[in-house]
């Protein structure tokens, strides 16, 4: 049974106030110290925890109370953090900021929630750049809107000069909250902005590096990496269940799409995909002239081909094998950036034209939030009526839309993505952790090419 470990949660006030910047900081300031340190982000994100990889040299995992659940959060929270001295889990968000599809709980899913399921003390990173007194006011309300979350201390963020510093530390005196040391203001800690958030780490991965060089040289002199270690041992460390374990369901080598464009994938989802029995083959469209010899399923997820879409329309040996392989009937899990792939074109650029006569385009309108679906097509996933969970995250669409997938959410529903009996293909990212079963299902085609399994009843 895996158990769970000193833990920290890093907050912010609200969207851009420097989570990412303190959380991968203090990550990179305590392993260049020798800990272990292991990370994790809540949330459906996969550019944070790139960062986040970066500066701990292991995987981080997605707390999402979602996507999985809160019956898992302990098991999985635990098991990011196996063999670690300390788990670092960067929030999203600000911290009570929650799942906006759960109308009248505004909290729900938010860091704050998790904090709590975890028992682990809270670090408020707050943007201190146009304040002074009023931070107090700002802290305090924080600190006593729910009187059963734990603030353990205070980051101050973006301060003007040490005087600045001074006076932000004397108004929140008397709070008797922890001040756990301030950063100031520093354009060298600026990271690129992208239209879905910061580039990915695997598209400039030394640029990263000498940044989190320096991020951890201003972390370590700024903050007290010390009492923030303390205050993590303040959180529970106790036994939990392990998180449910996909059963064995064939064998088959699948095709792994990644490198630059490619990156959004869960850590999760792909040791289910092994424990079911795939072998997982990474190639990279940009650069591979053919996929994985022998491999008869092919898993594609999200990314950034919008950005290489010139890069990877040259590589037509590969395109053209694709589409070949996924029209012969080959076991196709694409999601979103994975989708973009298998289209005939993206913004006129040609892609691999997988799925005949769609197009894929970019739009202005952010595609953002949970989606509860329903099957409207059978695929490996399961029948008509079988119902997913997910979340979407894009700029493009495709036209047309695919009819595969009834999608609800707070806001509205549609329908949209592509399936058959060997092919799921839409905009939708899922967590498998809940079900394991699609993982088991996904290779039992892969192995033997018959389409939907029955693996695991549902």
């Not at 040490?162 to 990271?191: K, N, Q, T």
């Amino acid at each position: 049974m895996p158990v769970l470990a000193p833990s920290v949660v890093v907050a912010g006030t609200h969207s851009g106030v420097g989570k990412t910047t303190v959380a991968t900081g203090v990550m990179a300031a305590l392993a260049r110290r020798g800990l272990r340190v292991a990370a994790a982000k809540v949330g459906p994100d996969f550019i944070d925890p790139g960062y986040h990889r970066a500066a701990t040299g292991r995987p981080s995992h997605n707390l999402d109370l979602y996507l999985h659940g809160p019956a898992l959060l302990a098991s999985l929270a635990a098991e990011a953090a196996s063999g670690a001295d300390i788990l670092v889990v960067e929030g999203v968000m600000g911290l009570f900021d929650g799942n906006a599809t759960v109308p009248g709980a505004p909290a729900a899913g938010s860091t704050a929630e998790v904090a709590k399921l975890l028992g682990a003390p809270v670090v408020l990173v707050v943007d201190a750049e146009a304040m002074s007194g009023s931070v107090a006011a700002l802290v305090h309300g924080f600190a006593t809107f729910d009187p059963s979350l734990r603030l353990g201390g205070v980051v101050l963020n973006r301060t003007g000069s040490p005087g600045h510093a001074s006076l932000l530390e004397e108004a929140l005196a008397p709070l008797g909250i922890p001040v756990l040391g301030h950063l100031a203001r520093d354009d060298r800690l600026a990271w690129r902005e992208r239209h879905l958030g910061l580039v990915p780490v695997v598209e400039a991965p030394e640029l990263v590096r000498r940044s989190l060089g320096q991020l951890a040289d201003v972390v370590a002199s700024g903050l007290d990496l010390e009492a923030i270690v303390k205050l993590a041992t303040t959180s529970p460390s106790s036994w939990v269940d392990e998180a449910p374990r996909a059963r064995p369901a064939g064998r088959a080598r699948v095709a792994l799409c990644s490198g630059r464009a490619f990156d959004f994938l869960y850590p999760e989802n792909l040791a289910l995909l092994e424990q079911a029995g795939a072998e997982l083959v990474p190639f990279d469209p940009l650069c591979d002239k053919s996929l994985p010899e022998a491999c008869r399923g092919l898993y594609a997820g999200g990314g950034f081909p919008e950005v290489f879409a010139t890069e990877i329309s040259a590589n037509r040996q590969l395109l053209a094998q694709l589409a070949q392989r996924v029209q012969a009937g080959m076991a196709t899990w694409a999601e979103c950036g994975g989708l973009l792939l298998l289209c005939e074109s993206l913004d006129g650029t040609p892609m691999s034209g997988a799925l005949p006569g769609v197009q894929a385009r970019m739009t202005e309108r952010l595609a953002i939030g949970y989606r509860q679906a329903t099957l409207q097509r059978a695929s490996f996933f399961g029948p008509r009526g079988t119902a997913l969970r997910g979340h979407e995250f894009h700029r493009s669409e495709t036209v047309p839309a695919g009819e595969a997938l009834a999608l609800d959410s707070r806001f509205g529903a549609t329908t949209a993505g592509f399936a058959g009996a060997h092919l799921f293909a839409s905009y939708l990212h899922q967590h498998l952790s809940a079900t394991p079963e699609l993982a088991e299902r996904f290779v039992a085609c892969a192995s033997t090419g018959t389409g939907a399994s029955t693996a695991r009843e549902p």
